[in-house]
């Protein structure tokens, strides 16, 4: 079965610098890799995704993340944190795309002035 | 992207009462559906995969009797818990794919915070 971990519960950042989020998941095969952002009371936002093709992958909002099978990581990096980006920041696998997505415990960003 | 709405954001209600909560995609179709439960400092479980027309598959673990879920028509599900206890407390979202392949995206609505009392 395949598995998340998120290793940090909680982050702070000051506003502008970068920010590194760890994923690490265990999945058999190649697996399909999302980061999802949910703000309070919102629903989940996807962020970029991973199914095939070039490791370093580009999303939404400035942000970027690298899929590396040696090290079975997927971290999400933006260069420069904007208040905004505020909230909780979730990694996820699953083996048949959207279908069966099993998602980490989250990682809550907070951005300080 | 596409819209999901959920139905109510949050409801409280009595313990052994049902409650529903309404999952819609507003400017697509969605064929297929997942219903997801988050508590407190844990992550999103899915609890269960429903097709429209088709009964829902529901994960291990995952009551099927006391989590009714219904995809009757293209653009709404619904999930009832019946006979709520505290425990059943949560953070239910759902999100919703229209018809396509693995990759097609599944959008997520905003969630609902159930609290039973």
């Known amino acids: 079965a395949q598995s998340v971990t998120q290793p940090d519960i909680h982050i702070t950042v000051s506003e502008g610098a970068s920010l590194e989020l760890r994923c690490n998941y265990s999945?058999?095969?190649?697996?399909?890799l999302f980061w999802y952002v949910q703000s309070p009371g919102q629903g989940l936002q996807l962020l970029l995704k991973?199914?095939?093709?070039?490791?370093l992958v580009q999303g939404i909002k400035g942000f970027e993340a690298e899929f590396k099978r040696s090290q079975s990581s997927f971290n999400l990096r933006k260069p420069s944190v904007h208040w905004s980006d505020a909230a909780e920041y979730f990694c996820?696998?699953?083996?048949?795309?959207?279908?069966?997505?099993?998602f980490g415990t989250g990682t809550k960003l907070q951005v300080i002035p | 992207g596409a819209v999901v709405s959920q139905h109510p954001s949050w409801v409280i209600c009595k313990s052994g009462t049902s409650v529903k909560i309404e999952c819609r995609s507003l400017d697509f179709q969605a064929t297929t559906m997942f219903w997801y439960r988050q508590f407190p400092k844990q992550s999103l479980m899915l609890m269960a995969t429903s097709n429209e027309g088709s009964k829902a598959t529901y994960e291990q673990g995952v009551e099927k009797d006391k989590f009714l879920i219904n995809h009757a028509s293209l653009t709404l599900s619904t999930l009832t818990v019946t006979s709520a206890h505290p425990e059943d407390s949560s953070f239910y979202i759902c999100s919703a794919r229209r018809q396509g392949t693995r990759r097609t995206e599944a959008f997520f609505g905003q969630g609902t915070r159930l609290t039973v009392v």
């Open positions: 999945y058999g095969a190649t697996p399909y």
């Open positions: 991973y199914f095939s093709g070039d490791t």
């Open positions: 996820a696998v699953g083996p048949g795309g959207y279908q069966k997505v099993t």
